[in-house]
């Protein structure tokens, strides 16, 4: 059936949101409009006031409500240490992990020519500002494992020789609790390659 | 990870969505901020306009942004059939199917005394108000078939029988191109029990 205009339009506004397509929006609309409005309401205040108070951290790029995230403003932190992500959602899996101390820095991307994307969009004047300031002793690749992820490491390890800061990247292999069978070749064989000394 | 308070009361709103769950609103949230900020300010102003520009039809309850929905106000619908359903939703599965050219009421709900539910909540009174005034001719029950909608039902073939209007429900049975293998046991026995003549 058609719909009405200002439906049509909030149906067209929804389909925006990842994973959300025709069917799922009218869900969804017909949802907040019927049953939800207060929630709706909510939702509207929320969204706007992201959109206009969240923005990047300037040592970062991480998403924060002040000029510094609460990451690189943190006390806690180790500051010798630098991990390169590519998005905000890494940045997020790497604290769930609980695993790392030190401080981040997000691409908002990866190198990737043919879409435009140089190192200017992926901010890396700011970071190497950071590594010539001498503070950082280590750098930590934990771009994705895809071709562009590879060369987008292979070219921040290329910058970070030039201010002498140690590289590292972060292993690839059988994921934890991973049967060998299960796992695809192109893992396996990065699996095997990148062997080390059994550690008993 | 402890997210800012911004991006905290983001997070919540989107839940109030159906179906999204704390991974997809983050997921949502962080593809908004990273992404698409006009998509967001779409979905805002969006929203923000329809909350308050989609009312109920004053004759069938539908959405609608005047005083009548535009099937009411069409001049090609049968107003002597009207069909009740429970929601709009149902009124946009009905209205896709191309089969039923009258008119519709939605109740926006269905009677359930544990929930509070009653006539009232119905708009029962609006719809006594149509069938009273003499013009429709049949009322169609499409309410689901639940206990509740077949209750909800009942109750109002009671009151239309109040005002002779003949009364149709809408038929229960094997889905067309379901496999009587594949379909369950409370739709056979009612398939089999409300079996019609076989139409050469």
Chains 1, 2 share one sequence.
Do not use: W
């Not at 058609?2 to 397509?21: E, H, I, K, N, Y």
């Not at 970062?60 to 905000?88: H, K, Q, W, Y």
């Amino acid at each position: 059936m058609s719909f009405t205009p200002l439906l049509q339009r909030l149906l067209t506004a929804l389909c925006c949101l990842p994973g959300v397509g025709r069917k799922t929006a009218q869900r969804m609309a017909l949802h907040l409009l019927e049953k939800d409005r207060d929630g709706g309401q909510t939702l509207v205040q929320a969204l706007s006031d992201a959109l206009d108070g969240i923005g990047l951290c300037e040592q970062c790029r991480m998403f924060a409500e002040d000029s510094t995230c609460p990451i690189c403003a943190g006390s806690r932190r180790n500051r010798s240490i630098l991990c390169v992500v590519e998005t905000p959602a890494d940045v997020i899996a790497v604290e769930d992990s609980a695993s790392y101390s030190g401080v981040y820095f997000v691409l908002l991307g990866r190198l990737s020519p043919l879409d435009g994307i140089g190192p200017e969009e992926l901010g890396i004047e700011t970071l190497e500002r950071r590594l010539s300031s001498g503070e950082i002793k280590e750098l930590i690749l934990a771009t994705s494992a895809t071709v562009e992820g590879e060369a987008t490491a292979s070219f921040l390890a290329g910058l970070a020789g030039n201010h002498n800061v140690k590289v590292t990247r972060i292993a690839h292999g059988v994921p934890v609790g991973g049967e060998l069978e299960y796992v695809d070749s192109g893992t396996l064989s990065r699996a095997i390659g990148s062997r080390t000394l059994f550690d008993s």
